[in-house]
């Protein structure tokens, strides 16, 4: 095979612009595992209010978990980083007993998170809902899974975790026993890095 030299500035130009839309769609939209936003120097946002079921067709809301911190965890059995991440999710989980962890699954049956998740298995800070509609996670401006936030006692966002999280990592017990113990006016309004 030949390889024909790039002669013309267009077709230099055409390359170059091929090359800053690959990198830019890698850097958007490529896989981004254990990253972390930080709301920074926003007032926090109230988390939206939800209404889901548990496996025993009980509902419950976000609101009813108020007075305690929430890790609020979006995941699915169809989600191979997920996978991986909630079996450690769990084992780290039940180290923190003040905090409720809430999973959200966007599976269509109760059959596959079960599988994964018993209910009867789960730490007594753990619930696990499923969302059928597919509509609480675009209301929290999830779009890649899993994605976790840090919701504190009020139900304000202090943070947003975007991919599977080495949640048994020293560093993000560290941070979570850090900022759990702060006021809100000493968490965090600038970009940290906890996970790692």
């Given at each position: 095979?030949?390889?024909?030299?790039?002669?013309?500035?267009?077709?230099?130009?055409?390359?170059?612009?091929?090359?800053?839309?690959?990198?830019?769609?890698?850097?958007?939209?490529?896989?981004?595992?254990?990253?972390?936003?930080?709301?920074?120097?926003q007032?926090?946002?109230?988390?939206?209010?939800?209404r889901?079921?548990?496996?025993?067709?009980?509902?419950?809301?976000?609101?009813?978990?108020?007075?305690?911190p929430?890790?609020?965890?979006?995941?699915?059995?169809?989600?191979?980083?997920?996978?991986?991440?909630?079996?450690?999710?769990?084992?780290?989980?039940r180290?923190?007993?003040?905090?409720s962890?809430?999973?959200?699954?966007?599976?269509?049956?109760?059959?596959?998170?079960?599988?994964?998740?018993?209910?009867?298995?789960?730490?007594?800070?753990?619930?696990?809902?499923?969302?059928?509609?597919?509509?609480?996670?675009e209301d929290?401006?999830?779009?890649?899974?899993?994605?976790?936030?840090?919701?504190?006692?009020?139900?304000?966002?202090?943070?947003?975790?975007?991919?599977?999280?080495?949640?048994?990592?020293?560093?993000?017990?560290?941070?979570?026993?850090?900022?759990?113990?702060?006021?809100?006016?000493?968490?965090?309004?600038?970009?940290?890095?906890?996970?790692?």
């Amino acid at each position: 095979m030949q390889i024909t030299k790039l002669k013309s500035p267009e077709a230099l130009a055409a390359l170059a612009l091929l090359v800053g839309a690959g990198v830019w769609g890698w850097r958007h939209y490529g896989p981004k595992t254990g990253a972390s936003v930080v709301y920074q120097g926003q007032a926090r946002r109230p988390a939206p209010e939800f209404r889901l079921q548990d496996s025993s067709e009980t509902e419950r809301t976000l609101s009813s978990f108020r007075g305690r911190p929430v890790i609020l965890h979006f995941w699915a059995t169809w989600c191979q980083p997920c996978l991986s991440e909630i079996p450690d999710l769990i084992e780290a989980g039940r180290g923190w007993p003040d905090i409720s962890v809430v999973t959200v699954s966007l599976d269509d049956t109760w059959g596959a998170v079960e599988k994964l998740m018993p209910h009867a298995e789960l730490p007594a800070n753990f619930t696990s809902l499923i969302d059928f509609s597919k509509k609480v996670p675009e209301d929290f401006g999830t779009y890649q899974y899993p994605e976790s936030y840090l919701i504190d006692r009020d139900g304000a966002i202090i943070m947003k975790w975007v991919g599977a999280q080495d949640w048994k990592s020293e560093k993000t017990k560290a941070f979570l026993d850090r900022i759990l113990s702060e006021t809100p006016e000493q968490q965090p309004q600038q970009d940290q890095q906890p996970a790692g």
